[in-house]
C-alpha cells in the first residue's frame, strides 16, 4: 500500500466540486427532468394493467378481434410503451444530456492535462 504525498495530490481533481458546479447541476437536473415523469408515468401505466388483471377480469378478457383480448394487447402495450421510452430516452440523451457530459468530461481532461 502506498502513501499519495500533499504533493502528488496538488493536481488531482476535486471531483465533489465537479459535482456542485453549476454544469453538472444542470446535467443532472435535466437528466432527473426527464427521466421522473416517465419513471412515473410507466409505473402508473403497469400498475393499472396489474389491477386490471386481478380485478376486472371481465373487461381484460373482451375479445377485440378473434382470440386477440383487450388483456393481451394492453401487455403487449406495456412492451411498446418500453420500447418507445427507451428510444426517446436515447434520443433525448444524445441531444440534450451527451452535449453537456461532453463539455463536463473535456473540461476535466483540460485540468487533467494541466495537472
Known sequence: ??????ADRAGAIDYIAVEESPRFRELKKTQRSFIFPLAAFFLIWYFVYVLLAAFATDFMSQRVWG????????GLGQFVTTFAITMGYVAFANRKLDPIATEVREE????EAGA
Request: charged share 20%; no cysteine; aromatic share 0%.
Open 1 to 6: 500500500m502506498t502513501d499519495h504525498s500533499p
Open 67 to 74: 382470440d386477440i383480448t383487450v388483456g393481451l394487447l394492453m
Open 108 to 111: 476535466l481532461e483540460k485540468a
